[in-house]
C-alpha cells in the first residue's frame, strides 16, 4: 500500500516536491507529479513543501475508527513530542482524556520504550569494539540507508525505535490479542509499522494532525473531557526523545566532545552530508544520531502546519520537568528490569535504487542546454534541490528532474523565445512592407481589408470574456486583450512584441490541463464546454469548440469572479460585423485569395459553434 502519492487533479507542476526529494521518486508524467513508490522512503518533505495540498498519505482515521466500535481492546502510545505539537492544551490529563474519549482504553507513552532504547545505545557503545553504528531511530533515515547506502547496512544499529519497543512492552504487560495504535508525528512511521509481526506489530500508525480531525469529528475537546493520567509503563526522561541528542542525553550517553564518539544532525541535507562523509572517511571514527526532519520529530510532516520549532522544543523540555516531579523512579527502575529482556533486536533489508552514472556525453549535452561548462558544472545555487549543476544534470539524465527545474534555464529560454518572436515578427513586417511595394495598385482595397481587421479586432477587444482561436500546431491565430488579461504578465510582455499574440504557442503560455483541452478538440471534433479551473488566482470557466475540423479550434475563457460574459453578446457583434462588411469581403477575396474567405469562414464557424451550445 502506497504511503504517499499525488493528487493528480491538484497538481500545478511547481516542481517544489521534485526539489525537496531526497531520494529522486517524484517524476513529471501526464502533465503532473508522480510519486515512484519504489524509491520512496516515506519521509514527507514533499507532503511538507507542496502549496496546493495536491500530496496526500495513508489515512489511518478509517481502520482506526473500526477498532474503536468493535468489542477489540485498543490501547493509544503516543510519541513524546505531543508536549510540543498540543500546545492548546493546558494540562496533559487532559489531552490523555480527550484520547479515551474516542475510545480508546489505554493510553501509554512512547517515552518508556525511549528509555528502553537508549539504555540499549548506551551498552552498545560502553561496549564499543572499534566498529561504529548509525542509529535507527528515525524510520526515514532507515529508508534511505536501505535505498541509496546499502553498503552501510551493516553500520545501522540493529535495534527497533522506540514505537515498537513500546508496542511489545504493551503486549507483554496488557495482552498479545490488543490493538496497538501509535500516535506521533511521522508520517514513515506508517511504512516502518508494516515491517514488523507479532509482539511488536503496529495495527495502525496516526499522525497528530489525523488525531486532531478525530476529535474534531467527534465534538471532543478540553472542556468536556475528564481528565485522566497516562497508563503504566511510565516513562522517565525519554520524553526528551523528539530533539536532538534528547534519547543520550536521558540515559547518560557521552557527549563530550574530546571523549564522546557521537555525531547528531538532522534535516534532509545534513543527514544526506553525513552519511557520504562517514561512507568516505574512515577519520570520521564517530557513531552517528540522524534525524530526516530538520528539528528531529518535534518537526515532523505529521504534526501541525505552521508551528515553531524552538517553541516546541521548549514545550517538550518544560513537559518533561514537570513530569518529572512527580516521577517515581524506583517503580521505573522495576519496569525496566521487567521488560529490558523483551528482543529489541531487528535486521535491515538492502534495497539498493542506486543508478548507475549516464553516459558522460549525456551529462555534457544537458550541461550545455544549461548554458554550463564542465568546470561550472561543479558548482550551482542549489534552487533546484541538487548540490550542484553536475548532479542536476545527471538526474536530468536519469529522469529524476526536469530542465524547466533551473531557474537560470528557464529564465534563459523565455527570453530566447521572446526574442524569436521578436525577430520573427520583424521578418512578417518586412515582407509586408515588401508586399506594399509590389502591390501599390491594391492599397486601397489593403486599407479597407485593414479597417474591417480593426472593426473586428475593437469587437474582440471589448468583449469582456477571453477569446483565442488556435491552428493545429496550436498557434495562436487570433486572441484578445480579455485573454491576454487573464494570462498574466508574462503573456503582456511577449503581447507588447507580437500584437495579439498572434503566432505564440499555447504551450508556453497555459497550463497543461488546459492545453490537453485544445488537443482533445482538435483530435476528437468534439466541444469541451464550461470547465472550472483555477489559474492566476482566478476561477475561469472554459469552453473549447470546433471551428474547421481537425484544423482550427477557438476557446473562450470567462472569468467567474468578474461579470458574466453572455454568448448572445459574442454572437450579437461577430454576426453584427459579417453583415455590415460582407460585401466588402467579397471584394477583398477577389485581390487576396483565400485569406478574407477564411476570415468569413471563421466567424460564421463561431457563430455556428456558439449557436449550437446555446440550444444545448
Not at 517544489?16 to 524509491?39: L, N, Q, W, Y
Not at 497508563?231 to 541528542?245: A, H, Q, T, V
Not at 508556453?508 to 469541451?528: G, Q
Not at 476570415?599 to 457563430?607: A, D, G, Q, Y
Amino acid at each position: 500500500m502506497q504511503i504517499v502519492k499525488t493528487i493528480k487533479d491538484k497538481c500545478k507542476l511547481c516542481y517544489a516536491c521534485i526539489k525537496v526529494c531526497p531520494s529522486d521518486a517524484i517524476k513529471v508524467t501526464d502533465g503532473h507529479a508522480k510519486i515512484i513508490p519504489e524509491r520512496c522512503i516515506a519521509c514527507g518533505s514533499c507532503y511538507r513543501v507542496c502549496p496546493y495540498d495536491a500530496i496526500e498519505y495513508l489515512d489511518g482515521k478509517k481502520t482506526v475508527r473500526g477498532f474503536l466500535q468493535s468489542d477489540e481492546e485498543v490501547i493509544a502510545i503516543c510519541a513524546p513530542s505531543i508536549s510540543g505539537e498540543f500546545n492548546d492544551i493546558t494540562n496533559y490529563r487532559s489531552f490523555v482524556g480527550m484520547i479515551k474519549a474516542l475510545g480508546f482504553t489505554r493510553v501509554c507513552e512512547v517515552s518508556f520504550g525511549s528509555d528502553l532504547i537508549g539504555l540499549e545505545y548506551r551498552n552498545m557503545f560502553d561496549n564499543f569494539k572499534g566498529k561504529y553504528f548509525i542509529t535507527a531511530n528515525c524510520p526515514a533515515v532507515v529508508n534511505y540507508v536501505e535505498m541509496l547506502h546499502p553498503d552501510l547496512l551493516d553500520n545501522m544499529a540493529p535495534l527497533v525505535s522506540p514505537m515498537v519497543a513500546t508496542s511489545a512492552v504493551v503486549r507483554q504487560k496488557y495482552g498479545k490479542h490488543v490493538r496497538v495504535v501509535y500516535i506521533g508525528p511521522c508520517i514513515a512511521a506508517k511504512d516502518e509499522a508494516k515491517k514488523f509481526d507479532e509482539d511488536s506489530r503496529i495495527d495502525v500508525v496516526l499522525t497528530f494532525v489525523e488525531l486532531r480531525q478525530m476529535f474534531k469529528d467527534a465534538g471532543v475537546n478540553e472542556n468536556n473531557v475528564e481528565y485522566a493520567d497516562f497508563d503504566p509503563p511510565i516513562g522517565g526522561k525519554g520524553s526528551l526523545f523528539p530533539i536532538s541528542r534528547g534519547m543520550f542525553q536521558a540515559v547518560g550517553i557521552n557527549e563530550n566532545l574530546l571523549t564522546g564518539r557521537l555525531i547528531d544532525t538532522n534535516g534532509s541535507g545534513n543527514v544526506k552530508d553525513a552519511l557520504e562523509e562517514f561512507e568516505q572517511f574512515t577519520e570520521l571514527k564517530q557513531h552517528l544520531d540522524l534525524f530526516h526532519c530538520d528539528g528531529s520529530c518535534i518537526m515532523g510532516p505529521g504534526t501541525s502546519k505552521g508551528s515553531k520549532k524552538f517553541l516546541r522544543r521548549s514545550l517538550v523540555i518544560n513537559y518533561t520537568k514537570k513530569r518529572l516531579t512527580s516521577w517515581d523512579k524506583s517503580e521505573w527502575d522495576n519496569n525496566v528490569n521487567e521488560y529490558q529482556a523483551l528482543p529489541f533486536k531487528r535486521k535491515f533489508e538492502n534495497r539498493d535504487i542506486r543508478q548507475p552514472e549516464p553516459p558522460e556525453e549525456e551529462v555534457q549535452e544537458v550541461l550545455q542546454k544549461l548554458g554550463k561548462d564542465a568546470l561550472e558544472g561543479e558548482g550551482g545555487c542549489g534552487s533546484c534541490g541538487y548540490d550542484s549543476c553536475r548532479d542536476f544534470a545527471v538526474a536530468v539524465c536519469n529522469g529524476h528532474a526536469r530542465l524547466e527545474m533551473c531557474h537560470t534555464y528557464a529564465i534563459q529560454n523565455k527570453k530566447d523565445y521572446i526574442k524569436r518572436l521578436k525577430l520573427a515578427n520583424e521578418k512578417l513586417a518586412n515582407t509586408k512592407n515588401a508586399l506594399k511595394d509590389s502591390e501599390s495598385h491594391a492599397q486601397i482595397e489593403k486599407a479597407k481589408l485593414q479597417e474591417l481587421s480593426i472593426a473586428t479586432k475593437e469587437m474582440f477587444n471589448n468583449l469582456k470574456a477571453g477569446i483565442v482561436i488556435a491552428d493545429d500546431q496550436q498557434k495562436i491565430v487570433l486572441s484578445n486583450d480579455s485573454f491576454i488579461e487573464l494570462l498574466g504578465d508574462d503573456a503582456k510582455e511577449i503581447s507588447d512584441v507580437v500584437p495579439g499574440l498572434v503566432g505564440a504557442s499555447l504551450e508556453t503560455l497555459v497550463p497543461p490541463n488546459i492545453l490537453n483541452f485544445f488537443s482533445y478538440v482538435l483530435e476528437n471534433n468534439n466541444l469541451v464546454d464550461n470547465k472550472d479551473i483555477h489559474l492566476n488566482n482566478k476561477l475561469l470557466n472554459i469552453s473549447v469548440f470546433p471551428i474547421e475540423k481537425h484544423r482550427i479550434v477557438g476557446a473562450v475563457f470567462r472569468n467567474m469572479y468578474a461579470p458574466e460574459v453572455q454568448r448572445e453578446e459574442i454572437v450579437s457583434r461577430i454576426t453584427e460585423v459579417i453583415e455590415r462588411n460582407l460585401n466588402m469581403v467579397q471584394k477583398i477575396g477577389f485581390l487576396l485569395g483565400e485569406g478574407a474567405s477564411e476570415t468569413e469562414r471563421m466567424l460564421n464557424s463561431i457563430i455556428e459553434s456558439y449557436q449550437k451550445n446555446k440550444t444545448r
